[in-house]
């Protein structure tokens, strides 16, 4: 099984900045993209940036700019960095990993696996 932790989430005023961390964890053998995710209230949910394991990126036209994703693969963990806040980057921010983990035969399996959400509100 595999597990992704999330924290870093809170209250910001416009303007600030938060750092977001997202830590995996269980029978890994290696993790190939990873990213962030973001779901306001009655919004579906959408992408915000990811990161190869070789450290390319890509980013949501929305945050281009304000955000950076980084990762450090010897301790399975991705981190958003986010600045000039704005009240529409409120949503719950969920952290994804695309996993090739250990069954419990020895052998390897690809999963998505998702963290259980970290809420940003953005508000004076």
């Known amino acids: 099984q595999v597990q992704l932790v999330e924290s870093g989430g809170g209250l910001v005023q416009p303007g600030g900045s938060l750092r977001l961390s997202c830590a995996a964890s269980?029978?890994?053998?290696?993790?190939?993209?990873m990213g962030w995710y973001r779901q306001a209230p009655g919004k579906e949910r959408e992408l915000v940036a990811t990161?190869?394991?070789?450290?390319?990126?890509n980013y949501a036209d929305s945050v281009k700019g304000r955000v950076t994703i980084s990762r450090d693969n010897a301790e399975n963990t991705v981190y958003l960095t986010m600045d000039s806040l704005k009240p529409e980057d409120t949503a719950v921010y969920y952290c994804?990993?695309?996993?090739?983990?250990?069954?419990?035969?020895?052998?390897?399996?690809?999963?998505?696996?998702w963290g259980q959400g970290t809420q940003v509100t953005v508000s004076s």
């Open positions: 994804n990993a695309d996993v090739y983990m250990r069954t419990p035969a020895g052998t390897g399996i690809s999963v998505d696996c």
């Open positions: 269980g029978s890994i053998f290696s993790i190939n993209v």
């Open positions: 990161i190869t394991s070789g450290g390319r990126t």
